[in-house]
């Protein structure tokens, strides 16, 4: 059982060190719906989406050579983990009757309408 208790811990040592819940894992422990739901949103929030980010950058940075400045942007909406954050958020701005429909889209991350 030492054996097994110890590949557990290195596993939880090397998840931890390149930032993966060691929940995502499936070692066992606090295996709960609504805690592993969790750990892969900050998953995604933490390591993911900053790594993602980081290479959109220096791609960017490769090619303005050749095509002039460029912006690459990840779209965050087609993450299917973040999916409660977003419903939350439009939530609060629908529910935000003291806002106008220009601060609304603003808000959300939508440019102005035509």
């Known amino acids: 059982m030492d054996f097994v208790e110890a590949k557990s811990g290195a596993a939880r040592e090397i998840a931890l060190a390149f930032g993966v819940p060691p929940l995502l894992l499936g070692l066992p422990g606090d295996n709960t719906h609504a805690n ?47 999916a409660p954050e977003r419903e939350s958020l439009w939530r609060r701005v629908g529910d935000a009757d003291f806002l106008t429909d220009a601060e609304k889209r603003a808000a ?3 440019g102005a309408a035509d």
Do not use: C, K, M
């Open 36 to 82: 592993y739901a969790e750990a892969n949103r900050a998953f995604y929030r933490q390591t993911v989406i900053p790594l993602v980010r980081r290479t959109a950058e220096s791609l960017a940075h490769w090619l303005e050579p050749a095509f002039g400045p460029a912006r690459l942007e990840p779209d965050l909406d087609a993450i299917e983990a973040l």
């Open 108 to 110: 959300v991350g939508y």
